[in-house]
Nanobody
Framework: QVQLVESGGGLVQTGGSLRLACAASGRTFSPYSLSWFRQAPGKERECVAA????????YYADSVKGRFTISRNNAKNTMSLQMNSLKPEDTAVYYC????????????????WGQGTQVTVSA
């Protein structure tokens, strides 16, 4: 069992930056591929970034490419999402998730989820 806890959300103006963090407890991170998902009101949950077990491969949704950077530190059991040039459409609850599957952006592949952290980008 892996427990995931997100932090770092908040309110930021358009063009600003935030850094989200995800910490794991219970088991080591290293056997899992990891992702950041987000869900805005009335919209489906979407994967914005994913990273492989080793950190050597990443995936980004087209909407965040060039603005968001996902990284992980297996020794510290942490993962982060650096978000730059934020836009109002980035407003959502952001979740970190862990999967035993290889790098994937499909939510049904993820069996462990954090509770979410709110990111609000004002116009």
């Amino acid at each position: 069992q892996v427990q995931l806890v997100e932090s770092g959300g908040g309110l930021v103006q358009t063009g600003g930056s935030l850094r989200l963090a995800c910490a794991a407890s219970g088991r080591t991170f290293s056997p899992y591929s990891l992702s950041w998902f987000r869900q805005a009101p009335g919209k489906e949950r979407e994967c914005v970034a994913a990273i492989s077990r080793s950190g050597g491969s990443t995936y980004y949704a087209d909407s965040v490419k060039g603005r968001f950077t996902i990284s992980r530190n297996n020794a510290k059991n942490t993962m982060s999402l650096q978000m730059n040039s934020l836009k109002p459409e980035d407003t959502a609850v952001y979740y970190c998730a862990a999967s035993t599957a290889p790098l994937t952006a499909t939510s049904y592949s993820y069996m462990y989820w954090g509770q979410g952290t709110q990111v609000t980008v004002s116009a």
